[in-house]
C-alpha cells in the first residue's frame, strides 16, 4: 500500500503564489509519472501538471506558463509551484503517482495508481 499526503494549500489573494507539496511513503520499489489534478464541484477532475521518471513534464492548457511541476531528489516527493494565481483555480489539489513494486525474484513487477486525499487552494480578495 501506498499513501501519498499533499501540503502547502490555502487562501491566497488573486496574484498571489503557492507552492504545493506531495509526499509519498509505503511499500514499493520505484515510481514511475507523478501528477498534480484539481476537482472542483460539478466538474470533472482534470490534469494541473504531470511529470515523468524522466523528468519530462506536460501541463493543462490551462496552466499557460504559470505552474511548475518537479521532482525531488528522491523521487518520492512532488511540487507545483503555482504563480498568478486566479480565482479560477479554486479547486481541491490532488496528488496522483504510479508505483512499481517487484513481485518476485524474476523480477517481475506491478504499477499502480494512487491517489492523495487533496489539499484545497482558495484565490480570493
Known amino acids: 500500500q501506498v499513501q501519498l499526503v499533499e501540503s502547502g494549500g490555502g487562501l491566497v489573494q488573486p496574484g498571489g503564489s503557492l507552492r504545493l507539496s506531495c509526499v509519498a511513503s509505503?511499500?514499493?520499489?520505484?515510481?514511475?509519472?507523478m501528477s498534480w489534478y484539481r476537482q472542483t464541484p460539478g466538474k470533472e477532475r482534470e490534469l494541473v501538471a504531470q511529470?515523468?521518471?524522466?523528468?519530462?513534464?506536460n501541463y493543462g492548457d490551462f496552466v499557460k506558463g504559470r505552474f511548475t511541476i518537479s521532482r525531488g531528489a528522491t523521487k518520492n516527493t512532488v511540487y507545483l509551484q503555482m504563480n498568478s494565481l486566479k480565482p479560477e483555480d479554486t479547486a481541491v489539489y490532488l496528488c496522483n503517482g504510479k508505483f512499481r513494486r517487484v513481485i518476485n525474484v524474476e523480477g517481475a513487477s506491478v504499477t499502480k495508481t494512487y491517489w492523495g486525499t487533496g489539499t484545497l487552494v482558495t484565490v480570493s480578495s
Open positions: 511529470v515523468t521518471n524522466a523528468g519530462n513534464t
Open positions: 509505503g511499500r514499493f520499489d520505484s515510481v514511475d509519472d
